[in-house]
């Protein structure tokens, strides 16, 4: 995958329908503060087009972004944002569920996990979710330029344990640093793009 532009085309808030477009979506779900943002911009080749923050719970809303007229990056907001009250966190929760059995165009969930953690309640519950929609989870396992060398078998071993991720799911280790990983990513988005 090549990108040759990039533009935030639509912002969808807790009040707002989700909107069918006519490209083919893939979607980013994960934990705030997990890299999501941060990975959309290393893909899209860009520094910031996507918000990111050091402070949890920095997108809030669903942010499509079009690339090369060809697909949507979809954004979700993060979710087990801790500091959240009980009726936002519960918002973001319809968001995500609503975006997730609403969408026609979506055809895949990259599901973001820290690689230096075991994958949290909130993980598995999307992991789930993600299941149950009928899609296959791609999981990017984040934030790899902080851990050694030698521990990324063991951690990746014990998010596929985690999830009890069958031997075809894909995990791919990414750091928004080193951009390592995102050839990877490209090739499984030239296989999308492919089978759309
Ligand atoms: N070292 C390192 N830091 C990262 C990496 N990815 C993200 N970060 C940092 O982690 C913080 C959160 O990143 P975001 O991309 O904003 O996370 P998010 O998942 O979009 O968060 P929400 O929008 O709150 O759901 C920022 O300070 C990033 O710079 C990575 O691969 N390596
Ligand atoms: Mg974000």
New binding site residues.
Partial sequence: MVIKNVSLEMVCGVTSKIPQGSLPEVA?A????????????GLMNRKSL???????????TINYYNINNEIYFV?????G?ATANEKVKAQWGKMIEDYLHQSKQLRAVFL?VDIRHAPSENDRIMYDWILRQGYEPIIIA?????IKRSQIAKQVKTIRDTFQADKDTVVIP????SKQGREEIYELLDGILMKS
């Fill in positions: 980013f994960g934990k705030s503060n997990v890299g999501k943002s941060s990975l959309i911009n996507a918000r990111t923050s050091s402070q949890p719970g920095k997108t809030q954004d979700l907001p993060g979710y944002y973001l984040t934030k790899l330029d902080k990414y750091s928004a640093l």
